[in-house]
């Protein structure tokens, strides 16, 4: 099990490196991370025998970063217009159905998958189109992504205490402590790329700490609630894509917005 987790966090690893400076891959990467990431999703949700538009809410979801690639924005506020479209749109498909048992369930749950998945993670995509972005998006991945690796490691080595056991049972407060060190020691890494204090990028290792492991409770909540152990099986000996992105789902619409208000 510890050698396919490396190798599948090496291969995604080489994913992230070539991303970085290549424009068209980074694209293309995090299209298909949320189109599987949407895939699985749904998938679980399934298992709760909610009648979900899956390939529809698939579909969607891969146009919001699409829309943000090729700069197509109707309006200012062209969000809330797409939703309010989509939303109209999947009414529309209800009404060709015969069964109407679960409607609200199942448009609420693609909508949500929607919003949770698709739009939080195109904050990547704003963030590399940024000034810098290439910077920040590596401080991005840095501060939360070794937050994860020091959860990880720490916590299954020295983990005692339960952290909140009804959700994830194997998560503890000492994994979270040494999550929240490595988030920490991720942003001061970040020096060169941000430019900030030592202060200043302690608090933001903190703070990117905090909601990435968040992202990752929020997931294992659906996780628990669908009754799986992990979102899918594409990454031997660490699960699916959604499980991967998880504490990036909070930390790059939180660090985007961040970003934007410092820089005014």
Same mark, same amino acid.
């Given at each position: 099990m510890l050698n396919k987790r490396l190798l599948s966090g090496a291969i995604l690893i080489g994913v992230i490196i070539v991303a970085v400076f290549v424009k068209w891959f980074f694209n293309?990467?995090?299209?298909?991370?949320?189109?599987?990431?949407?895939?699985?999703?749904?998938?679980?949700?399934?298992?709760?025998?909610?009648?979900? +538009?899956?390939?529809?809410?698939?579909?969607?979801?891969?146009?919001?970063?699409? &829309?943000?690639?090729?700069?197509?924005? #109707?309006?200012?506020?062209?969000?809330?217009?797409?939703?309010?479209?989509?939303?109209?749109? $999947?009414?529309?498909?209800?009404?060709?159905?015969?069964?109407?048992?679960?409607?609200?369930?199942?448009? &609420? #749950? #693609?909508?949500?998958?929607? $919003? +949770?998945? &698709?739009?939080? $993670?195109s904050f990547l995509i704003k963030i590399r189109y940024l000034d810098n972005g290439i910077g920040l998006f590596v401080a991005l991945m840095l501060i939360t992504k070794l937050g994860d690796i020091g959860a990880y490691l720490l916590g299954s080595r020295f983990g005692k205490t339960p952290l909140i056991p009804h959700i994830s049972p194997k998560k503890s407060v000492e994994g979270a402590a040494a999550g929240l060190a490595f988030s920490v020691m991720g942003a001061f890494i970040s020096k060169p790329l941000l430019g900030f204090s030592y202060i200043h990028l302690a608090a933001l290792g903190?703070?990117?700490?905090? $909601?990435?492991?968040?992202?990752?409770? &929020?997931?294992?909540?659906?996780?628990?609630?669908?009754?799986?152990?992990?979102?899918?099986?594409?990454l031997p000996g660490m699960g699916g894509i959604l499980d991967e992105i998880d504490s990036l789902l909070f930390t790059a619409p939180a660090f985007y917005f961040y970003i934007i208000i410092i820089s005014r």
């Open positions: 293309i990467a995090i299209i298909l991370f949320i189109g599987m990431g949407l895939y699985e999703f749904f998938t679980m949700l399934e298992k709760k025998s909610i009648n979900i +538009y899956k390939y529809v809410g698939v579909a969607i979801g891969i146009i919001i970063p699409a &829309s943000i690639i090729f700069r197509f924005e #109707t309006t200012k506020g062209w969000e809330l217009l797409f939703i309010i479209s989509v939303l109209l749109f $999947l009414f529309m498909m209800q009404f060709k159905r015969r069964q109407h048992s679960g409607v609200t369930v199942g448009i &609420s #749950t #693609t909508i949500f998958g929607i $919003l +949770y998945i &698709s739009w939080c $993670l903190i703070c990117l700490g905090v $909601l990435g492991q968040l992202g990752d409770l &929020s997931e294992s909540l659906i996780k628990r609630d669908c009754e799986v152990k992990d979102s899918g099986n594409i």
